[in-house]
């Protein structure tokens, strides 16, 4: 497995509320994209990283999935029990997408609008799902398909750490191919480029995966760079 990790301010933003981390002897790579007024989203983000690493550690007896939900959820109440404590961090929170890799097994936990990308055989797949107003909205089919892209209701997340005292978390189970790579990403990636644009810079420089993450976060800036832009690429040989 080959594994890099990028993180960039973008050029509109004066800080950068992303948060990454790569473990590869645990196979557990994160990345969130913190919100909140002041300093707020930059500490709950780094909160939710150093909360989850934490925890992993505390409960490495426990089963994969079990571990990596319950880091999750103290993760949750740290940042809420924070933010009710300073007033210049309430209603902080953060999205989280935490990627835990065993073997040919990958199990993705997601809350809020960083996501996952599947790369397999010249084809792009997304694994996770937003929790945005516009996802509502498109299920409930208020929007259509055609009408997501730049909707100002996908920044409107339905679901974060450190908003409520219980948190959802999505899960996913994949199986893992011999070259397939591995896309986590916060939302100022997949707000200036398309699934296809990213496939085919991953695709370009798929023998390089620095060269292949600095081309998308550059293509990002390119095109705006009004979020911050942080991402995980992993290729698995």
Known sequence: MKVVGISDVGLVRQKNEDAFWIDENQGLFLVCDGMGGHRGGEVASHMAVQTIIQSMKDNSSSEAQQRLVQAIETANQAILKAGLENEHLFEMGTTVTAVL?????????????????????????????DHTLAEEML????LKPEEMRGNAYNHILTRALGVDDQVEIDIFNEELLPGDILL????????MLIPDEI??????????????????????????????????????N
């Open 184 to 191: 986590i990403y916060s939302d100022g990636l997949t707000d």
């Open 139 to 142: 299920s409930h089919g208020i």
């Open 199 to 236: 496939l085919e810079i991953i695709q370009a420089n798929s023998s390089d995966l620095e060269i292949a993450a600095d081309r998308l976060v550059r293509k990002a800036l390119q095109k705006g760079g009004f979020d911050n832009v942080t991402i995980v690429l992993l290729c698995f």
């Open 101 to 129: 890799v065993d073997g040919s097994r990958l199990l993705v936990a997601n809350v809020g609008d960083s996501g996952v990308f599947l790369i397999r055989s010249n084809t792009i797949r997304k694994i996770t799902r």
